[in-house]
Nanobody, 122 residues
Framework: QLQASGGGLVQAGGSLRLSCAAS????????IGWFRQAPGKEREGVSC????????NYADSVKGRFFISRDNAKNTVYLQMNSLKPDDTAVYFC?????????????????WGQGTQVTVSS
């Protein structure tokens, strides 16, 4: 299972760090993606990171503000979110698959975690 945590309420311009922890399997063999879904909107991919951390991908809307990283020894992936905007308000999910392209596309991933709410006030 995957569990996202670290969400909360923050003012615009603030920062949060989300964590995605795995139980029951080892994350180091998986590409991990972060996704978000705002009320009334479709789910969108935010960022993803390859199994060894050598490759990353970011949505244009978060480039330069969000940074993904992983600590395979702790079986955890992080999403550092800086300069947050009200448009970043959403439920954030992490998901895992062994194929980088599958994670980028955001469909048919092997594991999905429960989300964590991020609310950015103006």
């Amino acid at each position: 299972q995957l569990q996202a945590s670290g969400g909360g309420l923050v003012q615009a311009g603030g920062s949060l760090r989300l964590s995605c922890a795995a139980s029951g399997f080892t994350l180091e063999h998986y590409v991990i993606g972060w996704f978000r879904q705002a009320p009334g909107k479709e789910r969108e991919g935010v960022s993803c990171i390859s199994s060894k951390g050598g490759s990353t991908n970011y949505a244009d809307s978060v480039k330069g503000r969000f940074f993904i990283s992983r600590d395979n020894a702790k079986n955890t992936v992080y999403l550092q979110m800086n300069s947050l905007k009200p448009d970043d308000t959403a439920v954030y999910f992490c998901a895992a698959d062994q194929d980088f392209g599958t994670v980028v596309r955001g469909w048919d991933l092997e594991f999905w975690g429960q989300g964590t709410q991020v609310t950015v006030s103006s």
